[in-house]
């Protein structure tokens, strides 16, 4: 004991001389003016950091995201990698992509008689369609941080924004599950639900207090929210107390797709396709769940297809379909002939141009 607190001792006084030392030798003049030090700034970043203003004169260059607002609005999803990389430099940032000021473009022209479904997509490594292309490697080309662009769009266009980061991670989560006590064949995902709810009320929070329900909801022999109650109340019913959470979930989209009249909503997913794959999420006995029960993916779903107004925005992705061989990348290949979820065939959407 003696012999370690004296070992302490002296690496700390070692830590403190070399501090001392550091800070009293001077410094060499190296001749380089401050300003020379990131000339890339100059050259890469443009000066538009609001996405509403990007042109196709920002092409190719990045743009930074103030720190504030990127705790405000990614707060959940992204790359891991690009995370690790906003952490080091203590700063966000992308870059403006072709595909992105595609769908800007789109989003400012949204009709309220009709949802546009830009769903991106790619095929080795590439996104593809004859309105544009976008290059990259495989995997890891730029959908996800494409989708952030859309969103951040919307976030500063005073859009409400219900973003699901990776419908894979949802479909293969390991958290615990448990049988609905509304639906036996569904099983709810109190866990996933609950930092869903959390990161749609740091989103959209300046909404919540001007929203309210349209009808009586009850949870519980004590817990019932009333209609013309604030959106809110929802909420924190699922907050409170998890067990509701995933019911919260679906009243929560309910509403949003009830009011989409009255505000511009983005129905934003990465990796969409994953609501139509193999499911790692298992049982309270530890057995494999189909999909098609998991409560969460039926109110993502039936929320999509009650849009009415607004934009979706889906990003496709085969990066993280577990277990699972997938010859093509192609929107067909990966949602079928008739579109899944969305209640249309996929010529249609082609033949409409909602396919970007």
């Known amino acids: 004991m003696i012999l370690s607190l004296l070992f302490r001792r002296l690496a700390a006084n070692r830590l403190v001389s070399r501090r001392f030392f550091a800070a009293n030798v001077e410094q060499p003049d190296i001749g380089i003016d401050k300003d020379d030090l990131e000339p890339w700034k100059r050259s890469y970043v443009t000066e538009r950091t609001n996405p509403m203003n990007h042109s196709p004169s920002d092409l190719s260059f990045l743009y930074q995201i103030p720190n504030s607002e990127f705790k405000t609005v990614f707060s959940q999803g992204l790359p891991r990698n690009y995370r690790k990389e906003v952490d080091i430099f203590g700063q966000a940032g992308l870059l403006v992509r072709k595909p992105a000021l595609k769908i800007i473009n789109s989003l400012k022209n949204v009709k309220n008689d009709a949802p546009r479904f830009l769903i991106s997509r790619e095929r080795q490594g590439q996104f593809f369609e004859?309105?544009?292309n976008f290059p990259g490697g495989p995997d890891g080309c730029g959908k996800s941080l494409t989708l952030a662009h859309a969103i951040h769009f919307?976030?500063?266009a005073g859009w409400l924004i219900v973003y699901l980061p990776s419908a894979f991670q949802l479909v293969h989560s390991q958290k615990p599950t448990r049988h609905s006590h509304r639906n036996p064949t569904q099983f709810d995902q109190p866990d996933e639900s609950v930092a869903w709810l959390k990161n749609f009320r740091l989103m959209n929070d300046r909404f919540l207090g001007e929203m309210s329900l349209s009808s009586n909801y009850t949870w519980g022999k004590k817990d019932v929210t009333h209609a013309g109650d604030p959106l809110a109340r929802v909420i924190d019913q699922g907050l409170y107390k998890p067990v509701h959470a995933t019911d919260a979930v679906g009243v929560l989209l309910k509403e949003v797709a009830l009011q989409q009249d009255k505000r511009n909503v983005l129905f934003a997913v990465d990796a969409f396709n994953g609501f139509f794959g193999m499911c790692s999420a298992r049982n309270p006995d530890g057995n494999k769940?189909?999909?098609?029960?998991?409560?969460?993916?039926r109110h993502f779903l039936r929320a999509l297809q009650s849009m009415k107004c607004g934009a979706v925005v889906l990003a496709l992705s085969r990066?993280?379909?577990?277990g699972e061989t997938l010859p093509s990348c192609s929107p067909k290949a990966l949602l079928g002939d008739e579109v899944l979820g969305l209640g249309c065939s996929f010529s249609f959407l082609l033949s409409r141009d909602w396919l970007l």
Request: a positive charge; proline letters at 0%; glycine letters at 22%.
């Open 319 to 322: 990066s993280g379909s577990l």
């Open 154 to 156: 919307g976030f500063k």
């Open 130 to 132: 004859s309105v544009f």
């Open 289 to 297: 769940i189909g999909v098609e029960s998991l409560g969460m993916r």
